[in-house]
């Protein structure tokens, strides 16, 4: 059998697309903060940064959690209304453990533990629905939407939850070293500051601690079992069920990350706007899964990566502050993300396999 | 000399039809038996139950002289069945040793308490089992899907033989192969027969069947018509065997 050889035929084209296939979404990534930077004073800055990395915390947990839905072949339409469900379970818990007279950061902690308990039965409810009784996954998760969003509404009663503690602000709006000179240093923590204080803040915490998830979890993708058996069951179900694997356990447990992930997202969403809002990542669903696609998964299954998914956060987010910072209406953005996901879907389907092949 | 897989009077009935009905049948260490039939036959049913994919209404299996009870496919691979399907259940997102080590997946630890991939030690193993079997796939970390129908053959035979697979079922070995990668993996199933492993081969390529077999075992109608040597045999009487033209059938058990 010495004489096997690989039969992939290459012409100029597909060569071409392949090559561009596999870095296209960086390349443009790179070129669009050159335009903006051009065109736009003011959003090459440390500012500038730092504006882009405030705003990406629920993307990025979103499609976070799609990455791992999208590569298992399924699909997670609930992410942003569970993401909504928890941000109002959380307030809620926070605010009624102080009302018990409860210490604020013990109260906040306690309600965060609890909400991640409760935050990851919509993905168990998905996984069941869609591993052991085959319900379509949009259909599954569709209806998660119903159930998680009129749960919230009802919770809050049309009203708007107040009084959270001031702690949790400053947390959603510190940084990882707030530094006011020659007074104090704090982390994570935004410190309180006088009128004339000057505060330097490096790297805010909204974006730490998702892309502390982030790290984590690529390395599970990629390095681990679970990780691997998530990418077999995406690209050959039979063949992942025939080695062994127990793949209806996996997708359950696919489902709960999804939604673990979505929890955690609401949970930001409390810090940062200091409430609950039912329909508060109503917004980042379609984003959360667009950067999924033009990071280069395939809605088939199998194929993407946490560090890929991440480079078209990117180009989302750049886009959104670029755009904003020149004074373009928000719909210019929805325009231009949706040309941008056919063109992904377009070079993901002109350069077959070998846009698959691995390095 | 004593039969690696025997089994004596397997049936199966899905409702009124019975599919394979009073089969018996062997097969040797070192020896392929060519399995044939027409579509409906039961080829696949009899497989399926040495596989441990469906339950046997009646009859026993017995391997390697000891009655055993297959009741899932992972109790057949424990006591190393291997069977290829025709669509040979490889992932092809992922890459060669990747596929070879699917489900069982070599792990080690860092900082004591981690578990990840050893990928060196799939890739080097996987490498060697191919080398064995004289494989040829430029790298071992190019995704199946870069592969041809004939490598792909052989990546999955080499899954099999890395989990030291005693008795291997082939169903449609040949299908969707061109004429010579067909040929290559005829070969191949010719150096696992000299390595000593039990083959059953399913095909309607009488050519095929007839190149690497030792024994023929003919159904018809989920009956075991005849059992022929291959040397002692032809085309044409297998053919009319097969559709029933001659009324040839003989039981041997």
Same mark, same amino acid.
């Given at each position: 059998m010495a004489d096997i050889t690989i039969t992939t035929r290459k012409n100029g084209l597909q060569k071409f697309f392949s090559q561009l296939g596999n870095r296209w979404a960086i390349i443009f990534l790179f070129l669009e903060i050159i335009l903006f930077s051009i065109i736009s004073p003011?959003?090459?800055?440390v500012k500038g940064a730092q504006v882009i990395l405030i705003n990406s915390p629920f993307i990025l947990f979103l499609s976070l959690a799609e990455t791992f839905v999208i590569i298992s072949g399924g699909i997670d339409l609930s992410v942003g209304f569970v993401m909504g469900f928890s941000s109002v379970v959380s307030a809620k818990l926070i605010v009624a453990f102080v009302g018990l007279g409860m210490n604020d950061l013990l109260s906040i902690i306690v309600g965060i533990v609890i909400t991640l308990c409760i935050g990851i039965i919509p993905g168990l409810v998905n996984g069941i629905l869609v591993?052991?009784?085959?319900?379509p996954p949009f259909i599954a998760t569709f209806s998660m939407i119903g159930i998680t969003h009129g749960i919230s509404e009802l919770l809050i009663k049309g009203s708007y939850i107040r009084n959270l503690p001031p702690i949790a602000g400053r947390i959603g709006n510190g940084s990882l070293i707030n530094i006011v000179p020659g007074k104090t240093v704090s982390f994570f923590i935004s410190p309180t500051i006088q009128r004339g204080d000057q505060l330097i803040e490096i790297l805010p915490t909204v974006f730490v601690i998702p892309f502390i998830f982030i790290l984590f979890f690529a390395f599970i993708l990629k390095s681990t079992k679970f990780g691997q058996h998530t990418y077999a069951i995406g690209g050959n179900v039979d063949a992942a069920i025939r080695a062994g694997i127990n793949v209806k356990t996996h997708l359950i447990k696919i489902y709960m990350l999804s939604s673990f992930f979505s929890t955690v997202a609401g949970i930001m969403y409390v810090f940062r706007y200091v409430t609950g809002k039912a329909d508060a990542g109503a917004m980042f669903l379609l984003d959360g899964i667009i950067a999924v696609v033009i990071g280069g998964a395939s809605l088939y299954g199998g194929i993407g990566s946490v560090w890929k998914t991440l480079i078209g956060c990117f180009i989302i987010l750049v886009m959104e502050n670029g755009l904003r910072m020149l004074g373009v209406p928000t719909f210019y953005k929805l325009i231009v993300i949706g040309i941008i996901l056919i063109f992904a879907v377009l070079i993901d389907q002109l350069s077959p396999e070998l846009i698959h092949r691995e390095e | 000399m004593e039969y690696l897989i025997e089994v004596k009077n397997l049936t199966k009935r899905f409702g009124g039809l019975v599919?394979?009905? +009073?089969v018996s049948m062997g097969v040797k260490e070192g020896e392929v038996v060519g399995l044939l039939g027409d579509n409906g036959a039961g080829k696949s049913t009899l497989i399926k139950m040495i596989s441990g994919v469906y339950k046997p209404d009646g009859g026993k299996i017995f391997f390697e002289g000891k009655e055993v009870k297959i009741d899932s496919p992972i109790k057949a691979l424990s006591i190393a069945i291997e069977t290829l399907y025709?669509?040979?259940? *490889?992932?092809? +997102? *992922? +890459?060669v040793y990747s596929n070879i080590f699917l489900g069982r997946e070599k792990l080690r630890k860092v900082l004591k308490f981690i578990n990840v991939l050893d990928n060196n030690y799939m890739h080097d193993e996987s490498k060697k089992v191919l080398k064995r079997l004289e494989i040829e796939v430029? $790298? *071992?970390? +190019?995704?199946? $899907?870069? *592969? $041809?129908g004939g490598q792909r053959q052989a990546v999955a035979i080499s899954r099999s033989i890395y989990w030291n697979a005693k008795l291997l079922i082939m169903d449609e070995p040949t299908a969707a192969l061109g004429v010579t990668e067909q040929k290559k993996v005829l070969g191949l199933i010719r150096l696992l027969r000299s390595q000593g492993i039990g083959i059953i081969v399913i095909s309607h390529q009488l050519y095929d069947v007839f190149s690497v077999s030792d024994r023929l075992v003919i159904l018809r109608r989920g009956e075991k018509v005849a059992e022929r040597n291959v040397k002692e045999t032809n085309p044409d009487e297998v053919v009319s065997l097969i559709v029933g033209a001659e009324k040839v059938a003989q039981r041997s058990d």
């Open positions: 003011g959003f090459f800055s591993a052991r009784l085959k319900v | 599919a394979v009905d +009073n025709q669509d040979l259940a *490889l992932a092809e +997102n *992922l +890459n430029p $790298s *071992l970390r +190019n995704r199946i $899907s870069t *592969l $041809s």
